[in-house]
């Protein structure tokens, strides 16, 4: 298991969306975090996985998708054919988790599920022998830009604790408000794969110097 960034392309200029991702990618980011949303079981619209389709002909970084969607099973195919490497859906948004982490399995995808901020730990409690990572919610989702909600560093404190306790090495991702000033807590509390939207993306020329600042504490963790 390593730490790595996974920039978030929602914040990205969508005019300039290969440009954006190719100074990320330049600058050391390996990875691209995708939000699909689809106005229902969040209260906003994103993009569709034909974006992700078009920009993975540009990029060999590893793409990983967050689908924020009812009936999350239908996107499958859809994520594999678009080049996704990974998939996760909200526990939150299907009864039957057990049964879709097997569906992203089986067409050959890693597979993790996301909690909203006030979902408990508990919703993991039978699944997560077979998770590959866990991608915790650290603002409500729907909307970038938003403050990092600060109980979300126990959260993930006592997720990478209960893995521990059970001897999985699992990934646990965190997404929502993270910047530069709160990095260094999170690693310290035991989240390794990091979304960063806004702190990255906002302004052009920044693009790669922001992402190797992160990656100047990630990799030193």
């Given at each position: 298991?390593?730490?790595?960034?996974?920039?978030?392309?929602?914040?990205?200029?969508?005019?300039?969306?290969?440009?954006?991702?190719?100074?990320?990618?330049?600058?050391?980011?390996?990875?691209?975090?995708?939000?699909?949303?689809?106005?229902?079981?969040?209260?906003?619209?994103?993009?569709?996985?034909?974006?992700?389709?078009?920009?993975?002909?540009?990029?060999?970084?590893f793409f990983?998708?967050h689908l924020?969607?009812?009936?999350?099973?239908?996107?499958?195919?859809?994520?594999?054919?678009?080049?996704?490497?990974?998939?996760?859906?909200?526990?939150?948004?299907?009864?039957?988790?057990?049964?879709?982490?097997?569906?992203?399995?089986?067409?050959?995808?890693?597979?993790?599920?996301?909690?909203?901020?006030?979902?408990?730990?508990?919703?993991?409690?039978?699944?997560?022998?077979?998770?590959?990572?866990?991608?915790?919610?650290?603002?409500?989702?729907?909307?970038?830009?938003?403050?990092?909600?600060?109980?979300?560093?126990?959260?993930?404190?006592?997720?990478?604790?209960?893995?521990?306790?059970?001897?999985?090495?699992?990934?646990?991702?965190?997404?929502?408000?993270?910047?530069?000033?709160?990095?260094?807590?999170?690693?310290?509390?035991?989240?390794?794969?990091?979304?960063?939207?806004?702190?990255?993306?906002?302004?052009?020329?920044?693009?790669?110097?922001s992402v190797?600042?992160?990656?100047?504490?990630?990799?030193?963790?």
């Amino acid at each position: 298991m390593k730490n790595r960034l996974s920039p978030s392309v929602l914040a990205a200029d969508f005019g300039a969306l290969r440009e954006d991702l190719y100074l990320a990618e330049e600058a050391g980011a390996e990875s691209f975090h995708f939000d699909i949303m689809d106005g229902h079981f969040v209260p906003n619209l994103s993009y569709g996985l034909s974006l992700v389709s078009a920009l993975r002909k540009n990029s060999k970084a590893f793409f990983d998708v967050h689908l924020m969607v009812d009936n999350p099973d239908f996107y499958f195919p859809l994520c594999k054919e678009a080049g996704a490497d990974r998939v996760s859906f909200h526990v939150e948004a299907t009864p039957h988790i057990d049964r879709s982490l097997h569906a992203i399995r089986e067409l050959g995808m890693e597979a993790g599920v996301a909690l909203n901020p006030a979902t408990p730990l508990s919703s993991l409690d039978e699944i997560l022998p077979i998770l590959s990572y866990v991608l915790l919610m650290s603002v409500n989702p729907g909307f970038g830009g938003q403050k990092f909600i600060p109980y979300s560093l126990d959260k993930v404190k006592r997720l990478r604790k209960l893995a521990e306790a059970r001897g999985f090495d699992l990934e646990i991702g965190i997404d929502g408000g993270v910047g530069l000033q709160n990095i260094r807590d999170i690693l310290d509390n035991g989240a390794n794969f990091i979304i960063a939207g806004s702190s990255v993306f906002s302004k052009k020329e920044e693009v790669g110097e922001s992402v190797r600042q992160f990656n100047r504490f990630i990799r030193k963790n």
